[in-house]
């Protein structure tokens, strides 16, 4: 369904919840499915994964309509499922050997490091796709802890502002802050150390 | 001198502070040297993350994949990572960092064009959406005209029925008074007679 006006993320829920209208959850969906899946995308470092992680995020969203607050904003909500689903898939992930990132870093915040590659020498094609800086960037991004991670995605990619970002993680401001600092440090740190060496990006 | 803390820088960097305290830092980064590098450094970092490029795809913007223009982006890539493949065995990093950089200039241009159809599409999109909201603006002015109109017409017809109503009252109201009128004098005679017989039973010389 089309309407004749500019239909807001909280009126379009509000249909949901009320007359199940599904030409409501389209439009959810279609302004959404973009950025969801591209924060989940940055989040595990697997676009194929990250397509299924927004898809299950928006059927969250669907079976869960009830519960979403009528006062609250729908970006916030729909930011935190995603955000939950990607940690599920970490956690999930982490138990297993072969992951995406080299390595998630430890959670006590000790140091900036990460794994060797599996192999010490990359083969040519690995070579050249790891000369590309985006690559570099995503990567630097892998190897941050996954709490720092996703406040650099919400507020630098997503241009969430530091009180949003508060609301989606339910913790203060200040934390934010401090947090969205440290993950700034470390990336410098990871980015100079693989300026100074291009081929190998995987930071110990 | 008491530095600020970074939670403050991070709103400064991002934009989120107001600009009494804008103008402090600003002070505050032009004097200390040491709060100067940590800026740096976190800027450096921040620059960094904008080489990511998918980041300039908007929240609410959706993204329509073509298929078509994807996989001709793809071989186009395929066939000059291929090229590059098959000298690379040979190659020293210099020429590698060439060809790399030959290659994403290639992918650049290739990427600029899409945008560039991209934000045509936009344009079309745009220009669509103004016109349907032109139509359908014309549409509600003239429903509301008719409405109007129908209005204009329920409100006369109205004003016109209060007012027979009023006149018919009116006239009742008048019968109804002349109808009193005459019985209060037909009553106002016999009253007198009645008095007069009365009078007339009494002796001559009873005082009144």
Redesign the interface.
């Known amino acids: 369904m089309t309407w004749?006006f500019q239909l807001s993320d909280e009126q379009a829920m509000w249909r949901l919840c009320q007359e199940d209208d599904h030409g409501a959850f389209a439009h959810l969906v279609?302004?959404?499915?973009?950025?969801v899946r591209?924060l989940c995308?940055?989040m595990t470092g697997d676009v194929h994964r990250a397509e299924d992680l927004a898809q299950e995020a928006f059927v969250r969203v669907f079976s869960h309509r009830h519960t979403f607050q009528p006062g609250g904003r729908f970006s916030t909500w729909l930011w935190r499922i995603a955000l939950n689903l990607c940690h599920d898939e970490l956690r999930r992930r982490n138990r297993r050997p072969e992951s995406p990132w080299p390595t998630a870093d430890g959670e006590d915040g000790s140091g900036v490091g990460g794994a060797e590659p599996a192999s010490d020498q990359p083969s040519?094609?690995e070579?050249?796709a790891d000369?590309?800086?985006?690559e570099?960037?995503?990567r630097?991004?892998g190897q941050l802890p996954d709490h720092y991670r996703s406040v650099?995605l919400l507020?630098?990619?997503?241009?969430l502002?530091?009180a949003e970002i508060a609301e989606v993680l339910g913790i203060p401001e200040?934390t934010v802050?401090?947090r969205?600092?440290?993950a700034?440090?470390r990336?410098?740190v990871l980015?100079r150390r693989a300026e100074s060496d291009p081929?190998k990006l995987s930071i110990t | 001198m008491k530095h600020p803390i970074?939670?403050e820088?991070?709103?400064y960097l991002?934009d989120?502070c107001g600009a009494a305290e804008k103008r402090q830092l600003d002070s505050h980064l032009a004097d200390c040297a040491e709060c100067r590098s940590q800026v740096t450094?976190?800027r450096?970092?921040?620059d960094?993350?904008g080489?990511?490029?998918?980041?300039l795809?908007r929240?609410?913007?959706?993204?329509v994949w073509r298929p078509m223009a994807l996989r001709a982006l793809a071989a186009a890539a395929v066939l000059a990572?291929g090229i590059?493949?098959g000298r690379?065995?040979t190659m020293s990093?210099a020429d590698?960092?060439n060809?790399?950089a030959a290659?994403?200039q290639q992918w650049e241009a290739s990427w600029r064009q899409q945008r560039a159809a991209e934000d045509h599409e936009l344009m079309v999109a745009l220009q669509k959406v103004a016109a349907?909201?032109q139509r359908?603006l014309g549409t509600l002015r003239q429903e509301w005209a008719v409405a109007r109109r129908e209005d204009q017409r329920g409100l006369q017809l109205a004003l016109q029925r209060l007012e027979d109503r009023h006149q018919s009252d009116h006239i009742a109201l008048q019968a109804g008074l002349l109808q009193l009128a005459r019985e209060t004098g037909s009553g106002f005679e016999q009253t007198q007679t009645h008095v007069n017989q009365l009078a007339s039973y009494l002796p001559e010389n009873t005082p009144p």
């Open positions: 004749p279609g302004r959404w499915q973009t950025p591209r995308a940055r040519p094609m070579m050249a000369l590309e800086e985006a570099v960037v995503r630097a991004l650099v507020r630098h990619y997503e241009g502002r530091f200040g802050k401090s969205m600092a440290e700034l440090g990336l410098a980015l081929l | 970074p939670e820088w991070m709103s991002y989120e450094v976190w450096g970092a921040q960094a993350l080489a990511d490029r998918a980041s795809v929240p609410g913007r959706p993204v990572l590059g493949l690379l065995g990093r590698l960092r060809e790399m290659v994403r349907d909201n359908w």
